[in-house]
Structures are given as structure tokens and as C-alpha cells.
């Protein structure tokens, strides 16, 4: 029992000094071994620790310090192997590559800066040409308007026109029947005016003879 809760207490003092755990850098010597022990007899658990490389502090003890490597294995090494800021070289390659991104930063940034522009010319054209395409349809619907009012006064003056032919027509109907009307009783005039003149005549053609008769007989006497 006491030896889970001294357990406990170690795993839980652990976790703390990693929360709180410092970074420190392998100093300017080409290649380290971080080990078991405090010292260089014990077994080696990582080698070949580059110059440079960020190491998280664990523990302190004497003039050593116990780390955590990127691969994460753990081990003691002398304090004259670590520092705690970047090393001169390490220093000038990170700061050259701090230089570098800027410069592509600023490429890009002027790239999407371009494409900006770009866009908005575009932007400002395609406003432009939607203007003048609003201007257009607004001078179309104009005209469509002058139109439809122009379509409804003719459309007025046909119903007018309509009305106007319709009324000549019955008048002209009308004078026909007239005409019929007046050519019949004319018709009608002039037969009795022929077959009175027929009767006349024959009348006429009978009293002849009996006049010439008498004549005669008067001048017998």
C-alpha cells in the first residue's frame, strides 16, 4: 500500500515538473548522449543528439539535468552540453529561415494584393456593364411603354373605325333596300304606264272604224 501511494506521489510530482518544464537547447557540440545515471558509465538512452535541439527540462540535480528529447526518451547529461537560448548557428539558420518565410509572406501577400486588384477591376467592370445593361433595359421598357400606349390608341381608333364601318354598312343597307324599293315601285309605274297606253290604244283602234262610219253615212245624206 505504501509503495502505490509513493507511487501515486512520484507520477503526480512528475506531471507537475512537466507542466512547469523549461526548454533548453544542446549547446554548440556536434553530437550528445543523454543516459540513465549521473554519470558516463550508466547506459546511454538516446545518442546522437544533434547541436540545436530543444530539449524540456525534467529535473536539476548537482551539475546535471534530466530531459526529454523530440523522440521523447528521457535521460541525465552535464549541464555544459545545454544552453538555454539557441546556439550561434542554430540562431542564424533559424533566423534565416524567419527571413525567408517573411520573404515568401510578402510574395504572397503582394500575389493576393495583385489578385485583389485584379478582382476588383474585375468587380468594377462587371458594375460598369451591369449600368449600362440597367440603362439599356430602362430605355427598352421606355420604349415598350411608348409602344403599348401607341398599340392601345390604334387599337382605340380600330374599335372606333369598326363602329364607323358597321354604321355605314347599315346605312348602306339600308339605301339598298331603298333603291330595291324604288326601282319595284318604278317597275311597277312604268308597266301600268304600258299597258294603259296598250289599253288606250286598243280603245282607240275600235272607236277609229265607228267615227270613219259615220262620216260616211253623213256625207250620203
Known amino acids: 500500500m505504501l509503495k502505490q501511494i509513493l507511487f501515486g506521489l512520484t507520477a503526480s510530482f512528475s506531471v507537475i ?7 533548453v537547447y544542446v549547446s554548440d557540440i556536434q ?5 540513465e545515471g549521473l554519470s558516463n558509465d550508466t547506459r546511454a538512452t538516446e545518442r546522437g543528439i544533434k547541436s540545436g535541439t530543444p530539449l524540456t527540462v525534467l529535473q536539476r540535480r548537482n551539475d546535471y539535468v534530466k530531459v526529454r528529447t523530440p523522440d521523447g526518451n528521457e535521460g541525465w547529461l552535464p549541464n555544459y552540453f545545454i544552453s ?11 533566423l534565416q529561415n524567419q527571413l525567408t518565410q517573411a520573404k515568401e509572406a510578402k510574395v504572397d501577400a503582394q500575389d493576393v494584393l495583385q489578385e485583389t486588384k485584379d478582382t476588383n477591376s474585375e468587380l468594377i467592370s462587371s458594375v460598369e456593364s451591369l449600368t449600362s445593361q440597367k440603362q439599356a433595359l430602362e430605355q427598352q421598357l421606355m420604349d415598350v411603354s411608348v409602344l ?12 372606333e373605325s369598326d363602329y364607323k364601318i358597321k354604321s355605314l354598312q347599315q346605312q348602306v343597307d339600308t339605301l339598298t333596300m331603298q333603291n330595291e324599293e324604288l ?9 301600268l ?3 294603259g297606253t296598250l289599253i288606250a290604244g286598243g ?3 275600235l272607236l277609229f272604224p265607228m267615227t270613219r262610219k259615220k262620216k260616211v253615212s253623213s256625207s250620203s245624206w
Do not use: M, P
Open 17 to 23: 515538473l512537466s507542466a512547469q518544464a523549461e526548454t
Open 31 to 35: 553530437f550528445v548522449a543523454i543516459r
Open 84 to 94: 538555454e537560448d539557441r546556439v550561434s548557428r542554430d540562431q542564424l539558420v533559424y
Open 148 to 159: 403599348a400606349q401607341q398599340a392601345k390608341e390604334i387599337v382605340s381608333a380600330n374599335q
Open 183 to 191: 326601282s319595284n315601285s318604278i317597275e311597277q309605274r312604268w308597266f
Open 193 to 195: 304606264i304600258g299597258a
Open 203 to 205: 280603245i282607240l283602234g
